[in-house]
């Protein structure tokens, strides 16, 4: 019995990690299931003007809601294993610099890019920033991708025009949240009611 003690440990920590949604392609069922995302979804509306749709088609994309996604890995020689090919991390795979401006401008300094709450909310400042930075709307899922990916600097000298491929994953994303959209339209009044109503 005592060899196996120091399994527990372990296994609490991943009974804590939290799995992606069984059924990541309808928001509905997203938020049914996982309430605190709606909850989550419902605050960085409030505080920053984001309809819930645009930061989960992102999120969809990022990481297909994985709390520990990682980008590739680089080789060296091309077989080599290098380390990864960027610092991104988490459910919005956000790289290290601009998570330390996020927490930097918004004092939130305990965020954590692996915590939904805080992934959601950094989408939420990002999205704003972006309305700010770079005139591109908080409804407009494909140039808010297009800047999520290339940058505020990047956007506005327009470098995604070199980039063919990533204008059709902006049409994903695009695609993505017009049908979140949809399907939030339809429950958003039962969602109101609060979790207990589902059932």
């Given at each position: 019995m005592k060899?196996?003690?120091?399994?527990?440990?372990?296994?609490?920590?991943?009974g804590c990690a939290t799995a992606p949604p069984t059924h990541p392609d309808n928001l509905c069922s997203i938020f049914k299931e996982k309430d605190d995302w709606y909850d989550a979804a419902m605050d960085v509306q409030k505080k920053w003007g984001v309809p819930p749709h645009i930061p989960f088609a992102m999120l969809y994309q990022e990481s297909s809601f994985r709390h520990d996604a990682l980008p590739p890995r680089d080789y060296l020689l091309g077989f080599i294993p290098w380390g990864r090919v960027s610092s991104a991390y988490g459910y919005a795979q956000a790289k290290e610099d601009t998570w330390q401006d996020y927490m930097r401008e918004t004092g939130n300094w305990g965020a954590d890019r692996d915590d939904f709450d805080d992934a959601l909310d950094f989408m939420g400042w990002f999205i704003d920033k972006t309305r700010k930075l770079t005139g591109v709307s908080k409804w407009d899922a494909y140039g808010?991708?297009?800047?999520?990916?290339?940058?505020?600097?990047g956007y506005n000298r327009k470098s995604y025009n070199k980039k063919p491929w990533l204008k059709q994953v902006a049409r994903k994303v695009e695609s993505r949240a017009k049908t979140f959209s949809k399907q939030y339209w339809r429950c958003k009044d039962d969602l109101k009611k609060g979790f207990w109503d589902w059932f």
């Open positions: 060899r196996f003690l120091w399994l527990l440990p372990v296994l609490i920590l991943a808010q991708y297009l800047a999520y990916h290339e940058g505020w600097g």
